[in-house]
C-alpha cells in the first residue's frame, strides 16, 4: 500500500520575526511536510501586491496550507492570489482594513515611522516593547530572541504596508485565529474567528500547546470549539 502524500504546510512569521518564532509549533510528521518562508529584502517603492508575488514563487508546491502570523497574515492573503492553495490560516492578524484599530490606521495619515531612526529600529527591544506593546520584562526578553530581521528598509516598508493595507473584503474560505487578550489587533474589532481564551499577539509562543493540540483539527476541517 503506498504512502499517502504528506500536505505541505507554509508558515509566514510575523513583522521582523525569523523562522524560529515558530520553534514551539509542531504538526504530525507523518502528515505535514512544514516549511517556514523567510522575509525578502522589498525593492524601493515596491507594492505589497509586488512583493507577495515575489513571496509567492519562493513556493513551487501546489494545495498547500498556507498559515501567516500578525503582518504574515495580511502577507499570507496577498500572497494567496498567486498560489494554488488548499487552506489559509491566520493567526493574531486582520482579514481587511476594518479590523485594523484606529491606533495604528493614524499611522497612514501621520508616517512618523518615516522619521524612526535606523538604531532606534535596529533595538529588538524598541520594536517588541512600542510596536508590540510588550511591557512585562519576562516576556520582553523571550519574544526579542525571535525577531532577526533588522533591515531598516524592509521595517519601515512592512510598517507603512501594514496601516496602509486596502483590503475591503476578507478572502473567502479564510480561517482566523484570535486570541481574546491581542493588545495589537484587538478582539472587538475581530469577526468571524476561532477565539483563543487569554490568547495575546505573541500566543504564538505562550499558547503554542493550544496551537499544537487545535491546528490539526482546524487544517482538517473537523475542529469544535
Not at 9 to 17: N, S
Not at 30 to 48: A, F, G, M, T
Not at 130 to 143: A, F, M, R, V, W
Given at each position: 500500500?503506498?504512502n499517502?502524500?504528506?500536505?505541505v504546510?507554509?508558515?509566514?512569521?510575523?513583522?521582523?520575526?525569523g523562522?524560529?518564532?515558530?520553534?514551539?509549533?509542531?504538526?504530525?510528521n507523518?502528515?505535514?511536510?512544514?516549511?517556514?518562508?523567510?522575509?525578502?529584502?522589498?525593492?524601493?517603492?515596491?507594492?505589497?501586491k509586488?512583493?507577495?508575488?515575489?513571496?509567492?514563487?519562493?513556493?513551487?508546491?501546489?494545495?498547500?496550507?498556507?498559515?501567516?502570523?500578525?503582518?504574515g497574515?495580511?502577507?499570507?492573503?496577498?500572497m494567496?492570489?498567486f498560489?494554488k492553495?488548499?487552506?489559509?490560516?491566520?493567526?493574531?492578524?486582520?482579514?481587511?482594513?476594518?479590523?485594523?484599530?484606529?491606533?495604528?490606521k493614524?499611522?497612514?495619515?501621520i508616517?512618523v515611522?518615516?522619521?524612526?531612526?535606523?538604531?532606534?529600529?535596529?533595538?529588538?527591544?524598541?520594536?517588541v516593547?512600542?510596536?508590540?506593546?510588550?511591557?512585562?520584562?519576562?516576556?520582553?526578553?523571550?519574544?526579542?530572541?525571535y525577531?532577526?530581521?533588522?533591515?531598516?528598509?524592509y521595517?519601515?516598508?512592512?510598517?507603512?504596508q501594514m496601516?496602509?493595507?486596502?483590503?475591503?473584503?476578507?478572502?473567502e474560505?479564510?480561517?482566523?485565529?484570535?486570541?481574546?487578550?491581542?493588545?495589537?489587533?484587538p478582539?472587538?474589532?475581530?469577526?468571524?474567528?476561532?477565539?483563543?481564551?487569554?490568547?495575546?499577539?505573541?500566543?504564538?509562543?505562550?499558547?503554542f500547546?493550544w496551537?499544537?493540540?487545535?491546528?490539526p483539527?482546524?487544517i482538517?476541517?473537523?475542529?469544535?470549539?
Open positions: 500500500m503506498a499517502t502524500p504528506k500536505t504546510v507554509y508558515f509566514v512569521p510575523g513583522l521582523a520575526a523562522k524560529k518564532i515558530f520553534e514551539y509549533i509542531s504538526l504530525p507523518h502528515l505535514y511536510d512544514v516549511r517556514v518562508l523567510e522575509w525578502i529584502s522589498p525593492n524601493k517603492k515596491e507594492s505589497i509586488q512583493y507577495a508575488k515575489r513571496m509567492a514563487a519562493l513556493i513551487i508546491e501546489k494545495n498547500i496550507i498556507l498559515i501567516g502570523v500578525s503582518f497574515g495580511v502577507m499570507a492573503q496577498e494567496s492570489f498560489l492553495i488548499k487552506k489559509i490560516i491566520i493567526i493574531s492578524s486582520v482579514k481587511s482594513k476594518h479590523e485594523i484599530p484606529y491606533k495604528l493614524i499611522l497612514k495619515r508616517p515611522y518615516r522619521l524612526i531612526p535606523s538604531r532606534f529600529l535596529d533595538n529588538t527591544k524598541n520594536i516593547k512600542y510596536g508590540l506593546g510588550i511591557k512585562s520584562k519576562n516576556k520582553l526578553h523571550l519574544y526579542q530572541k525577531l532577526s530581521v533588522k533591515d531598516t528598509q521595517l519601515k516598508w512592512a510598517i507603512k496601516v496602509g493595507w486596502k483590503r475591503v473584503n476578507e478572502i474560505n479564510i480561517i482566523h485565529i484570535h486570541g481574546d487578550k491581542d493588545p495589537i489587533f478582539i472587538k474589532k475581530i469577526k468571524n474567528c476561532i477565539v483563543v481564551p487569554g490568547g495575546t499577539h505573541i500566543m504564538l509562543i505562550v499558547k500547546k496551537l499544537n493540540d487545535n491546528l483539527c482546524i482538517n476541517g473537523d475542529y469544535n470549539e
